[in-house]
């Protein structure tokens, strides 16, 4: 009997594939098309959040209030005309230490540079007021817009003595008017209408002074 030792075929010899040599343009245009992409990619995710953080106030303000950072909310904008940016003030810069408010902003409102100045461009003065605790709202506090009335035996004028005056100062009863049941209010008014104020005040005999809150 034969033998199939000899007839037995050699198995062909293994291929290994190797990999492509730094000269491959295979190799080129795929790092070309990774790289486009991350650009690509890049690029759209900076055209998708081209928003800005401004400063808004965050309860209503009036004419004379001093405005700091407590004051103040974050919100982000996208301004059709970019250089629109530039009336607001953004949340990475500092704002400026005695920044006051030359007429009333809007709870919500964007803070804009034009409504502001230093204090001593406001033009008002801080006018203290005595106030029987009974005979002011409660909720008034700092910022609350408050018309002043002035009510005695004699000499009492028509309306308010004073109308949409900002309040910069409310201590509550316990600090300092407790034992005269009185409370105390600052309020920023024109220094025109002050003098005024006060001349109305001393005409007026036992003159009993009434908060009405407006804002």
Same mark, same amino acid.
């Given at each position: 009997?034969?033998?199939? =030792?000899?007839?037995?075929?050699?198995?062909?010899?293994?291929?290994?594939?190797?990999?492509?040599?730094?000269?491959?343009?295979?190799?080129?245009?795929?790092?070309?098309?990774?790289?486009?992409?991350?650009?690509?990619?890049?690029?759209?995710?900076?055209?998708?959040?081209?928003t800005v953080?401004?400063?808004?106030?965050?309860?209503?303000?009036?004419?004379?209030?001093?405005?700091?950072?407590?004051?103040?909310?974050?919100?982000? +904008?996208?301004?059709?005309?970019?250089?629109?940016?530039?009336?607001?003030?953004?949340?990475?810069? =500092?704002?400026?230490?005695?920044?006051?408010?030359?007429?009333?902003?809007?709870?919500?409102?964007?803070?804009?540079?034009?409504?502001?100045?230093?204090?001593?461009?406001?033009?008002?003065?801080?006018?203290?007021?005595?106030?029987?605790?009974?005979?002011?709202?409660?909720?008034?506090?700092?910022?609350?817009?408050?018309? +002043?009335?002035?009510?005695?035996?004699?000499?009492?004028?028509?309306?308010?003595?004073?109308?949409?005056?900002?309040?910069?100062?409310?201590?509550?009863?316990?600090?300092?008017f407790g034992?005269?049941?009185?409370? =105390?209010?600052?309020?920023?008014?024109?220094?025109?209408?002050?003098?005024?104020?006060?001349?109305?005040?001393s005409r007026?005999?036992?003159?009993?002074?009434?908060?009405?809150?407006?804002?």
């Amino acid at each position: 009997m034969a033998s199939d =030792q000899g007839n037995s075929a050699a198995p062909p010899a293994a291929t290994r594939t190797g990999s492509p040599g730094w000269r491959d343009p295979r190799l080129w245009i795929g790092v070309l098309i990774v790289a486009g992409s991350v650009v690509l990619g890049a690029r759209l995710l900076e055209s998708a959040d081209d928003t800005v953080q401004v400063w808004a106030v965050g309860a209503d303000l009036g004419a004379g209030d001093v405005v700091s950072e407590s004051d103040l909310v974050a919100e982000r +904008v996208r301004f059709a005309d970019p250089s629109a940016v530039g009336r607001y003030f953004t949340v990475d810069e =500092q704002l400026p230490a005695d920044l006051a408010l030359l007429r009333g902003v809007g709870s919500g409102e964007l803070l804009p540079r034009a409504a502001v100045g230093s204090v001593e461009d406001t033009g008002t003065v801080s006018v203290p007021l005595a106030v029987d605790a009974e005979l002011v709202p409660p909720a008034v506090d700092d910022g609350s817009v408050v018309d +002043v009335y002035l009510g005695g035996t004699a000499g009492t004028p028509d309306g308010p003595a004073l109308d949409d005056v900002v309040v910069v100062d409310a201590p509550g009863l316990d600090d300092g008017f407790g034992t005269t049941g009185k409370r =105390q209010l600052v309020v920023a008014v024109p220094e025109d209408l002050a003098e005024d104020f006060f001349a109305r005040l001393s005409r007026v005999e036992n003159a009993v002074t009434t908060v009405a809150q407006v804002s």
